[in-house]
């Protein structure tokens, strides 16, 4: 029976029992197993290296490309709706102005006649290039001169009942506009029921600033439900009187639109 010591430990051993080791192929076949899972690894690697090489150009340039990104805040600007075109609205009345008085020299055209001729003195050669000629002699300035103060046209053509939508000047509320959202902001309540049912956007109010600069014919012109529409036609309804629109220097009548937005939260 052999010693234990003597049996081979590994099947290369065994293979190679009784010949000669040294010769170069027990190294090569003992070192096999090891270079192959070597080779397999590193081809592995190499192959993932060539998938993922344009994913980590991406990666890069993104990187590169990629800035501070600053955070903008959107600003929500309520603007009034700007007043229809009136299609009927007479233009401005036109002045007549008179064209400016020139110096005329008389010049006389050559007249065969049996009567005695008074002679008159001609004028020159260089008057007439000068001046322009008529059948008399007029002096003038060559400026317009009114000898009264021109009168305003087209003040009593203005019905005091018609409704304009376009003035010279606009009616205003009592300290512009910062002073009219203040006073909607403090009267103005968010009805119950929109505020359950979520209700969310803009109600278009339509009224009629008078002569005397009170508030009449308020009406809706566009809403959105839920006692909205109710809600902002009263608070329009206690506007305090305005400065009334004018029109030719004349206080008229002037239609006015108003926003009213309803937002949550």
Not at 92 to 116: A, G, R, S, Y
Not at 125 to 138: A, H, P, W
Not at 229 to 234: C, F, L, N
Request: hydrophobic share 35%.
């Amino acid at each position: 029976m052999k010693d234990e010591a003597a049996v081979p430990s590994h099947w290369d051993d065994l293979v190679f029992e009784n010949r000669n080791k040294d010769y170069g192929a027990y190294l090569i076949r003992k070192v096999y197993s090891r270079n192959l899972v070597r080779s397999l690894i590193i081809t592995l690697l190499v192959m993932a290296l060539v998938f993922a090489y344009p994913s980590i150009i991406d990666f890069f340039k993104s990187r590169e490309n990629t800035g501070p990104v600053n955070e903008v805040k959107l600003l929500t600007v309520n603007l009034d709706q700007p007043p229809p075109i009136i299609p009927n609205q007479p233009p401005p009345p036109k002045l007549d102005i008179p064209p400016p008085i020139k110096t005329i020299i008389k010049f006389l055209p050559p007249k065969v006649t049996d009567k005695q001729i008074v002679e008159e003195e001609m004028p020159t050669v260089e008057e007439i290039k000068t001046n322009d000629t008529g059948k008399q002699n007029t002096e003038g300035t060559g400026e317009v001169i009114f000898d009264e103060p021109v009168k305003e046209v087209g003040i009593e053509d203005i019905d005091p009942n018609q409704v304009f939508l376009v003035v010279e000047q606009p009616p205003e509320f009592p300290g512009g506009l910062q002073a009219l959202y203040k006073f909607i902001y403090k009267t103005i309540r968010y009805p119950a029921q929109a505020r359950r049912m979520g209700i969310e956007g803009t109600v278009y109010i339509s009224f009629v600033v008078g002569a005397n600069g009170e508030i009449s014919e308020v009406q809706t012109m566009k809403g959105i439900g839920s006692g909205c529409d109710e809600e902002a036609k009263r608070v329009v309804q206690l506007l305090p009187p305005w400065k009334p629109g004018k029109q030719r220097g004349r206080p008229v009548k002037v239609r006015y639109t108003l926003p009213l937005k309803f937002k949550l939260g």
